[in-house]
């Protein structure tokens, strides 16, 4: 079984949480069945962006990287707390110890800027919220990223980027090709509608 923590800061957006929930959950029942996702956080309860609430199924402190094959990171907002958590040093230190481990990191949006922070993107390529004057994309350069502002995804060795919501389910389903299979990954795609 390919397991994947997906790692939720305080402030987290729902809908790029939920689509690796999705995608990896029809995976588990209508795919090949080798998926399972386990939620995790810094807190016994997030809130997402716009008030939703969870409890993760993990504390980030419980989490042994040996038993993950994966990382995935949805980003958030900032009036939501989002950087309060995605910024602090466990959750840092989460995201450098999947990379030394070689496994993949996925993330959308501004999920990238937390793996940016950790220093994991070094003179590597990779993208991050694409509006807003570009302040993001620049955040992400300061962090040391080359930044590649004209494509929507970026993948550079195991590290997964990309640079808006819409983006989501494309990210969620190269993880799971990359997990699995092209072949499987195209028959959950058309399971789903897609």
Same mark, same amino acid.
């Given at each position: 079984?390919?397991?994947?923590?997906?790692?939720?800061?305080?402030?987290?957006?729902?809908?790029?949480?939920?689509?690796?929930?999705?995608?990896?959950?029809?995976?588990?029942?209508?795919?090949?069945? #080798? $998926?399972?996702?386990?939620?995790? *956080?810094? +807190?016994?309860?997030?809130?997402?962006? @716009?008030?939703?609430?969870?409890?993760?199924?993990?504390?980030?402190?419980?989490?042994?990287?040996?038993?993950?094959?994966?990382?995935?990171?949805?980003?958030?907002?900032?009036?939501?707390?989002?950087?309060?958590?995605?910024?602090?040093?466990?959750?840092?230190?989460?995201?450098?110890?999947?990379?030394?481990?070689?496994?993949?990191?996925?993330?959308?949006?501004?999920?990238?800027?937390?793996?940016?922070?950790?220093?994991?993107?070094?003179?590597?390529?990779? #993208? $991050?919220?694409?509006?807003?004057? *570009?302040? +993001?994309?620049?955040?992400?350069?300061? @962090?040391?990223?080359?930044?590649?502002?004209?494509?929507?995804?970026?993948?550079?060795?195991?590290?997964?980027?990309?640079?808006?919501?819409?983006?989501?389910?494309?990210?969620?389903?190269?993880?799971?090709?990359?997990?699995?299979?092209?072949?499987?990954?195209?028959?959950?795609?058309?399971?789903?509608?897609?």
């Amino acid at each position: 079984m390919k397991k994947v923590l997906l790692l939720l800061a305080n402030g987290f957006e729902a809908v790029e949480a939920s689509v690796f929930t999705d995608v990896i959950g029809w995976n588990k029942s209508d795919g090949d069945g #080798t $998926t399972e996702l386990i939620t995790v *956080g810094m +807190r016994k309860e997030l809130k997402c962006t @716009f008030n939703f609430t969870i409890t993760p199924e993990m504390q980030i402190n419980e989490v042994n990287v040996d038993e993950f094959d994966a990382l995935a990171i949805p980003g958030g907002f900032e009036e939501a707390g989002f950087y309060e958590d995605a910024y602090n040093e466990i959750f840092l230190n989460l995201i450098k110890e999947f990379d030394r481990s070689g496994k993949i990191i996925a993330s959308i949006c501004v999920g990238a800027l937390p793996i940016g922070k950790s220093g994991v993107l070094t003179n590597r390529n990779a #993208t $991050t919220y694409n509006l807003s004057n *570009g302040q +993001r994309q620049k955040q992400l350069a300061e @962090f040391g990223a080359n930044v590649i502002c004209d494509k929507p995804i970026v993948i550079d060795k195991n590290i997964i980027t990309s640079y808006n919501p819409s983006t989501a389910f494309a990210v969620a389903f190269k993880l799971l090709e990359l997990l699995t299979s092209p072949e499987n990954c195209t028959k959950v795609k058309n399971l789903m509608g897609f």
